[in-house]
Structures are given as structure tokens and as C-alpha cells.
């Protein structure tokens, strides 16, 4: 699962309404470098999938989908291997940060993904997206994190 040299862009994306304009930030960020088409996969809790996926639309109007682009959600909140996840993440922690460990879980959700580049919706992307997805090409087998 590489998707033929499409870039997969795991996006995290919790919060609450507030995020809505560094989420506007981040998308128009991404969308203004990149040269080739995107598989989203937005991985947050129930508003933050809501907030990303409106701010999106907005955002489209301004810079359209490529025809190959895909979108697919992950609610952490309704998944039954997220919630068995955070169960071990120490109480204290998920008291402060209950999605903090996030990325770190991502293979256990998309287990058919080879790769994936994880970020959060918060972010401003300088440069084309392609262009950190081919540092893939430079990693071993048994390479995990760059």
C-alpha cells in the first residue's frame, strides 16, 4: 500500500472550534506547494473531523481537489481499537493530553499503508508535500522514523 507514489497525509485533528483557523492555515499551506494529488486520511476525534472536513470544503472553493485526491475519516471516538489504545496510555496523561500518542499508533490502524507522513492540522507546510514524502526513498527496510 504506497498508493502508486501518491502521498498519504495522515492529519490529526482534535479540538475544538477555536482550531478552525489554524486548520484554514495549515490547508491552504498545503494546497498552495503541492504539485501532485493527496490521500487524506483525517484521524481526530468528532469535532475536529467535523471542524477539518468544513474548513476544508471552504478551502477547495479557493484551491480544487485534484481528480486522484481521497479523503477517508478515522473517529478515535468511535473506534473500538482507539478506545483499547488509549487504555494504555497512563490516566495522568490522557487527563492532559488524551490524544498526544496519536501518531505513534497509526500502524495499528492502517495496517495496509507501507507509509504514511503524520502531522498535525495546526502546521504551516513551506514546500511541496511530494517533496518529504520521496525522503521515503531514502529509508532501509527496517527504518521506522525519520
Keep these: 500500500g ?7 497525509l495522515g492529519v490529526v485533528a ?27 486520511l483525517i484521524i ?11 474548513v476544508m470544503a471552504d478551502r477547495l472553493r479557493m484551491f480544487p481537489r485534484a481528480p486522484a485526491d481521497e479523503l477517508r475519516l478515522w ?6 481499537r482507539s478506545l483499547q489504545i488509549f487504555s494504555w496510555i497512563h490516566p ?16 495499528e490502524f492502517f495496517h495496509h499503508l507501507s507509509k ?13 508535500i511530494y517533496n518529504l514524502w520521496k525522503e ?3 529509508f532501509e527496510h527496517d527504518n521506522l522514523i525519520s
Design 2 to 8: 504506497d498508493y502508486r507514489g501518491i502521498p498519504v
Design 44 to 54: 481526530g476525534d468528532t469535532v475536529g473531523i467535523q471542524t477539518l472536513v468544513e
Design 75 to 80: 473517529n478515535m471516538d468511535t473506534s473500538e
Design 116 to 128: 504514511m507522513i503524520c502531522l498535525d492540522n495546526d502546521l504551516l507546510i513551506m514546500d511541496d
Design 14 to 40: 482534535y479540538g475544538e472550534e477555536h482550531q478552525r483557523e489554524e486548520t484554514a492555515h495549515f490547508l491552504r499551506s498545503l494546497y498552495v506547494h503541492r504539485t501532485t494529488p493527496i490521500h487524506f
Design 92 to 107: 495522568h496523561t490522557k487527563q492532559r493530553h488524551p490524544r498526544l500518542f496519536v501518531k505513534l499508533f497509526t500502524h
Design 136 to 138: 521515503f526513498d531514502d
